[in-house]
């Protein structure tokens, strides 16, 4: 079992920045790949950004350049750095962490941290 906690969100202006963070509890976290997701009012949650064990790193166009995925296995967490946010980024932010072993699949979810980018 893993436990997932989201901080780190708030409102900022355009062009600022934010850490988020995903703190995970349970065993083996830094076998999993984790992965950030959002959800703005009225649309589909989307990916935005993953890191897998290996440390290798992928995320949607929108936010290359922008956005930066870390892990840090010895605090077992895992961040979101957004930096030159735009108003679009506005939504609610989801840590995910994904394992497969064995064709045996276990997912979990945290419970969400808000980022409102508002001037």
């Known amino acids: 079992q893993v436990q997932l906690v989201e901080s780190g969100g708030g409102l900022v202006q355009p062009g600022e920045s934010l850490r988020l963070s995903c703190a995970a509890s349970?065993?083996?976290?830094?076998?999993?790949?984790v992965g950030w997701y959002r959800q703005a009012p009225g649309k589909q949650r989307e990916f935005v950004a993953g890191?897998?064990?290996?440390?290798?790193?992928n995320y949607i166009d929108s936010v290359k350049g922008r956005f930066t995925i870390s892990r840090d296995s010895a605090k077992n967490t895992v961040y979101l750095q957004m930096n030159s946010l735009k108003p679009e980024d506005t939504a609610v932010y989801y840590c995910?962490?994904?394992?497969?072993?064995?064709?045996?699949?276990?997912?979990?979810w945290g419970q969400g941290t808000q980022v409102t980018v508002s001037s």
């Open positions: 995910n962490a994904l394992r497969i072993i064995v064709g045996v699949s276990s997912v979990y």
């Open positions: 349970g065993s083996a976290f830094s076998t999993y790949t």
């Open positions: 890191i897998s064990s290996g440390g290798n790193t």
